[in-house]
């Protein structure tokens, strides 16, 4: 069963975190799938002069304050970053915060 009958597949690709939290913030109930990397492009909206890029961390960390699991109770959160470190953090976030999100290294996500 589609979760939207009536609607088309909506992909939202943002390569940074100012990209990601402006469309989050925008509808954060709207997505049932999200797909997260640790290392982000730095964002159009940082501040140079600080030098502070932003990471999958911070993105795990907004997400688990804006989209509430109780909200949307379907939302697979996939944690696929090289960074076994990095994916790691995130996952801890989200699965601390009652997410449903597990690690998919690439490889597990490539097709055979």
Known sequence: ????????YCIVRARCYDEA??????????????FL????????FSDP??????TGE???TLIAYTVT???????KIFCHSMNVAGR???????VKSGFNAVSAP?????LK
């Open 21 to 34: 939290a402006l469309e989050i913030h925008a509808l954060p109930h709207k997505y049932d799938m999200m």
């Open 49 to 54: 002069s600080r030098c502070v890029v932003k």
């Open 1 to 8: 069963m589609k979760k939207f009958p009536g609607l088309d």
């Open 69 to 75: 699991p109780k909200k949307c109770p379907d939302l």
């Open 88 to 94: 790691d953090l995130m996952l801890g976030i989200l």
């Open 37 to 44: 990397e640790y290392d982000l492009e730095p964002g159009g």
């Open 106 to 110: 690439f490889r597990s996500l490539t």
């Open 58 to 60: 911070d993105l795990a």
